[in-house]
């Protein structure tokens, strides 16, 4: 089953649809007690990912299910195409006290600051920046195949997790960034699609349904 697709912003106007219809969700399934809430939790952990990302971001988010052997596999998703270009960010970023973007903390803020950057219209250039910084940050979590098609090429967190867990005794503050998230905790999976033309994250969850 999947849900109506709604268009999120990056301010707090959203919110309240994507909490509504992650409620509606749960209880189509009878999803209730620990499941219900941490269904919740990672929708929330979903919104505090694109707020403030971007000055006029907008993106679809939904979510939709899948019957397994083991449960339900509930998806909360975010897609979103690009739609800023360099001009734009430099402008945003020159007003910043800053004047750099500081949201790289944490794995979520690592996750929001890919998605930020892979928004971008860049140039040939700007998008092998961005696979080189995706690669300098998350290549314990790359999945990829020479010959794979451009959705088969993902980030995921399950596999982050279990390269990391070889090399914690040197990647130290990576590993304490895992045994803090949140979603890390909560999740069962998180992916990220890093396509063209487009940007997906997926949060999964297995949860029990009577």
């Known amino acids: 089953m999947k849900t109506d ?4 912003n990056s ?3 959203s919110i309240d649809l994507t909490l ?3 409620e509606k969700f749960a209880a189509y399934y009878g999803i209730t007690g620990r499941d219900a809430l941490h269904l919740r939790l990672l929708t929330e952990e979903m919104n505090s990912m694109i707020h403030g990302i971007l000055e006029e971001f907008t993106g679809n988010f939904w979510l939709e299910s899948e019957k397994t052997k083991k449960g339900l596999l509930c998806r ?3 897609s979103a195409e690009k739609q800023l270009n360099k001009k734009q960010e430099s402008h945003m970023l020159s007003v910043a006290s800053s004047g750099k973007n500081e949201n790289a903390k944490g794995i979520m803020g690592k996750i929001s ?3 930020r950057r892979s928004l971008q219209t860049a140039t040939e250039e700007d998008d092998e920046f961005l696979n080189d910084m995706a690669d300098a940050w998350m290549s314990s979590g790359s999945i990829r ?3 794979a098609s451009p959705g088969e090429a993902y980030w995921s967190l399950q596999t982050y997790r279990n390269n990391i867990s ?3 005794h040197v990647k130290e503050e990576e590993w304490d960034e895992l045994e803090k998230s949140i979603i890390a905790k909560l999740a069962d999976e998180v992916k990220v699609w890093l396509d063209a033309d487009t940007t997906k994250v997926v949060i999964e969850k297995l ?4």
């Open 5 to 8: 697709v709604i268009t999120i």
């Open 145 to 147: 195949n020479s010959f």
């Open 207 to 210: 949860v029990s349904i009577p």
């Open 76 to 78: 909360i998703c975010l």
């Open 20 to 22: 509504e219809m992650e």
């Open 113 to 115: 600051e890919l998605l």
């Open 11 to 13: 301010n707090l106007e």
């Open 166 to 168: 070889f090399q914690k």
